[in-house]
């Protein structure tokens, strides 16, 4: 099966939310402002991995903190959430506007705590930045 690219649904939608409201709660409610920046979403992903708030086998929960990810990359990069459906199943990704590139931060950060890693969430999010900017440079050479 090719990779099928759509845009969330209604459903697919509230769940995302939920997941970002998870993270986004962890804001005292008058601060919660501050998940709105990208360096608001970095503190709080900071925090929630630095404290161990989230034990590797909490899947639904290191799935939220992808989320979170997901929406800085979103801030900083102006990419769009849309549903990626493979062999794999149906999940949240992220496409650069306008082309066919797909990046999937749902589980950036899970993959490395489950496998005992130590999160570098500013190394994470450089790294996942060069590459989209290094995608776009080379679609623009052609």
């Excluded at 992903?45 to 800085?72: M, N, Y």
């Excluded at 650069?96 to 890693?117: M, N, Q, Y």
């Excluded at 996942?128 to 995608?135: A, K, T």
């Amino acid at each position: 099966m090719t990779q099928k690219i759509e845009p969330l649904t209604a459903g697919e939608m509230a769940r995302v939310e939920k997941q970002r409201a998870w993270v986004r709660d962890h804001y005292d409610a008058n601060a919660r402002h501050e998940y709105d920046t990208p360096e608001g979403k970095m503190r709080v992903l900071d925090a929630i991995i630095r404290s161990k708030w989230v034990e590797p086998g909490e899947t639904w929960k290191l799935q939220c903190l992808g989320i979170t990810f997901g929406d800085i990359l979103v801030d900083i990069l102006g990419l769009e959430w849309v549903m990626v459906e493979d062999e794999q199943g149906r999940d949240p990704a992220l496409q650069d506007v306008g082309t066919t590139t797909v990046i999937f931060p749902l589980t950036a950060i899970s993959k490395r705590i489950e496998s005992g890693e130590t999160v570098q969430l500013g190394e994470l999010l450089t790294g996942f930045c060069r590459e989209i900017e290094r995608l776009r440079k080379a679609k623009s050479v052609h």
